[in-house]
């Protein structure tokens, strides 16, 4: 497992932008790291995700348009940029970590809390 622990969060006006950090610690080279976001009374919903070793992309459909994952190398750090923000996008944001050849996220962030205004 990976530790892992996210920054970025806080109250934002609608319309703003965001960028969240995730600094991961280990060798991470063979993991795929994802968001994840639960907002109050709902369940935790995927984001999307990126391979460390090659990049590759997956989103959830219904936030490609806003929201964008990469991979700063040298600080070991995978970031979740979210532009436009709508009040609907209060949630609390985790990131995860899964070896690339697993179907299960083992490793998770504390958390980091967005709060949108209208």
């Known amino acids: 497992q990976v530790q892992l622990v996210e920054s970025g969060g806080g109250l934002v006006q609608a319309g703003d932008s965001l960028r969240l950090s995730c600094a991961a610690s280990?060798?991470?080279?063979?993991?795929?790291m994802a968001w994840f976001r639960q907002a109050p009374g709902n369940n935790r919903e995927f984001i999307g995700s990126i391979q460390w070793d090659n990049g590759w992309l997956n989103y959830r459909d219904s936030v490609k348009d806003r929201f964008f994952i990469g991979i700063e190398l040298a600080d070991n750090t995978v970031y979740l940029q979210i532009n436009k923000l709508m009040p609907e996008d209060t949630a609390v944001y985790y990131c995860?970590?899964?070896?690339?050849?697993?179907?299960?996220?083992?490793?998770w962030g504390q958390g980091t809390q967005v709060t949108v205004s209208s």
């Open positions: 280990g060798d991470v080279s063979r993991y795929t």
């Open positions: 995860a970590a899964r070896m690339s050849s697993s179907d299960h996220y083992d490793s």
